[in-house]
C-alpha cells in the first residue's frame, strides 16, 4: 500500500520555464511533508518541507504547496535550470514524532538548456 | 564538513551469499535509518534506530535480513542468504531524530548486484 504516490516517472522542461513535481497521500494523519533531490550515485538531500498548518512554502526558486483537501502537495521550480534535473522524492510524516519519513516513488526532472 | 559514510559502495555476490552494509553516522546523531532504493517503490524504509535502539523493523524481510548499531558509530545491515531479488542501491541516514520534521542526512547508497 503506496502512501506517498509521485504518479510521473519523469518530466521534461526546458530551462527558464516552469517544473511542477505532484505528490499525492492517502493518510491523513501526516502533517509534514519533505521534498529530497538526488544525484546520481549520491544520496537525496534535503530540499523544501511543510508543515500541514501551511498551504505554501516558499524557498529562492522553490516553492511547495499543498492541499490538504485533496491530499496533494507541488514543488514548482522557477525559473528551471539544467542543474536542476535529478530524481525528486517526494516524502511524508505523521504526528507521532518519531522521525519516520514515507517516501514516494520519485519524479526524474530533466531540464534542457 | 559531516556526512554519513557507507561501505561497500558497490558490491556483487551470487545468491545464497551473505552481503553485509555498513554505516557511519553523523556525529552526534542519535537516529539512524536503512533504505533501499528500487525503481517501482522508490525509498522503502527497512528499519531505523535512535539510540543504538531497534524502534521499526517492519520494513524489512525478517527471514534473511538483520539490521544492528554495535555502537554509536556504526550501524550495518546483514542479508542472509541474499537473492537477486535483493538487487538494488541500500541507503543508510542520520539525524537527530527528536521530531518528524528534522532533516535526514544520506549516505551516498551501496549498490547491491545479486546474480
Known amino acids: 500500500d503506496q502512501q506517498v504516490k509521485q504518479n510521473s516517472p519523469s518530466l521534461s522542461v526546458q530551462e527558464g520555464r516552469i517544473s511542477i513535481l505532484n505528490c499525492d497521500y492517502t493518510n491523513s494523519m501526516f502533517d509534514y511533508f519533505l521534498w529530497y533531490k538526488k544525484y546520481p550515485a549520491e544520496g537525496p538531500t534535503f530540499l523544501i518541507s511543510?508543515?500541514?498548518?501551511?498551504d505554501k512554502n516558499e524557498d529562492g526558486r522553490f516553492t511547495v504547496f499543498l492541499n490538504k483537501s485533496a491530499k496533494h502537495l507541488s514543488l514548482h521550480i522557477v525559473p528551471s535550470q539544467p542543474g536542476d534535473s535529478a530524481v525528486y522524492f517526494c516524502?511524508?510524516?505523521?504526528?507521532?514524532?518519531?522521525?519516520?519519513?514515507?517516501f514516494g516513488q520519485g519524479t526524474t526532472l530533466q531540464v534542457k538548456p | 564538513d559531516a556526512r554519513v559514510t557507507q561501505t561497500p559502495r558497490h558490491k556483487v555476490t551470487e545468491m545464497g551469499q551473505e552481503v553485509t552494509m555498513r554505516c557511519q553516522p553523523i556525529l552526534g546523531h542519535n537516529t539512524v535509518f536503512w533504505y533501499r532504493q528500487t525503481m517501482m517503490q522508490g525509498l522503502e524504509l527497512l528499519a531505523y534506530f535512535r539510540n543504538r535502539a531497534p524502534l521499526d523493523d517492519s520494513g524489512m524481510p525478517k527471514d534473511r535480513f538483520s539490521a544492528e548499531m554495535p555502537d554509536a558509530t556504526l550501524a550495518t545491515l546483514k542479508i542472509q542468504p541474499s537473492e537477486p531479488r535483493d538487487s538494488a542501491v541500500y541507503f543508510c541516514?542520520?539525524?537527530?531524530?527528536?521530531?518528524?520534521?528534522?532533516?535526514?542526512?544520506f549516505g551516498p547508497g551501496t549498490r547491491l548486484t545479486v546474480l
Open positions: 511543510i508543515s500541514s498548518i501551511k
Open positions: 516524502a511524508a510524516s505523521g504526528s507521532s514524532n518519531t522521525g519516520k519519513l514515507i
Open positions: 541516514a542520520s539525524g537527530l531524530g527528536v521530531h518528524s520534521a528534522d532533516t535526514q542526512y
